[in-house]
C-alpha cells in the first residue's frame, strides 16, 4: 500500500508540475499576445507621431513663406509714406516750374517766396520722418557727427573747436547719415 501511496504521491506532483508548467506556458503565451499588441500600439503610436511631425513640419514651411513674402512686401513698400508725403513738394514745385515756363511769374520775390514756401514744406516732411540737423558749430570737434577738412591755426578759438560748417550734417532719429564736413581750430603756430 505504501509503494502506491508513493506513486499516488508522485503522480500528484506530476499533476502539479503539469499544472504548473500548463500555468507557465498560458502566461507566456499572454505575455506574447501583450508584447504582440504592445507592438501594434508601438506601431500605431509610431505612425501618429510620424503623421503629426509631417503636419508640423509642413504648417512650418507655409509659415516661412507666408513670413517671407510679408516681410518681402515690407520692404518693398518701406517708404510708401514718405513718398505719400512729399508728392504734394513735387507737385508744387512742378507747378512753380510751370509757372516760370508759362511767363506767369516774371517777379522775382513771388518767385522767392514761393520757393521758400515748398523748402518749409519739404524739411516739415522730412523732420516728421525723424531728420534732424547736426550742428556744431562753435562746439567741440566729434569725430561721430563730422568730418574734419582742415585744422586752421587760431589764437581766439579753443582747439579742436568747430570753426566753420562746409557742408551740413543730418541725422535720421539716433542715427548719423550724413556726417558734417567742417573746420576745425588748431593750436596757433
Not at 517766396?113 to 523748402?119: A, Q, S
Not at 520722418?129 to 589764437?155: C, H, R, T
Not at 535720421?172 to 588748431?186: G, I, M, R
Amino acid at each position: 500500500m505504501s509503494k502506491k501511496h508513493n506513486i499516488n504521491i508522485k503522480d500528484s506532483k506530476n499533476n502539479n508540475t503539469e499544472t504548473e508548467n500548463e500555468t507557465e506556458e498560458e502566461e507566456i503565451i499572454e505575455e506574447q499576445e501583450e508584447q504582440n499588441g504592445d507592438d501594434n500600439d508601438k506601431d500605431s503610436e509610431i505612425a501618429r507621431l510620424k503623421d503629426t511631425l509631417l503636419r508640423k513640419m509642413a504648417e512650418f514651411e507655409n509659415y516661412k513663406r507666408r513670413t517671407d513674402s510679408e516681410i518681402s512686401n515690407y520692404i518693398k513698400y518701406a517708404s510708401e509714406s514718405l513718398i505719400k508725403d512729399l508728392i504734394p513738394v513735387y507737385d508744387d514745385l512742378g507747378r512753380s516750374i510751370d509757372s516760370i515756363n508759362k511767363g506767369e511769374t516774371k517777379d522775382f520775390e513771388t518767385l522767392k517766396t514761393g520757393i521758400v514756401l515748398i523748402y518749409d514744406k519739404f524739411k516739415s516732411v522730412l523732420e516728421k520722418e525723424g531728420l534732424k540737423e547736426i550742428n556744431s558749430l562753435g562746439k567741440e570737434f566729434d569725430v561721430d557727427l563730422s568730418s574734419a577738412l582742415m585744422q586752421v591755426p587760431s589764437k581766439d578759438v579753443k582747439p579742436n573747436t568747430v570753426i566753420e560748417v562746409i557742408e551740413k550734417g543730418y541725422k535720421l532719429k539716433d542715427k548719423v547719415v550724413k556726417h558734417e564736413k567742417v573746420l576745425v581750430s588748431s593750436e596757433p603756430n
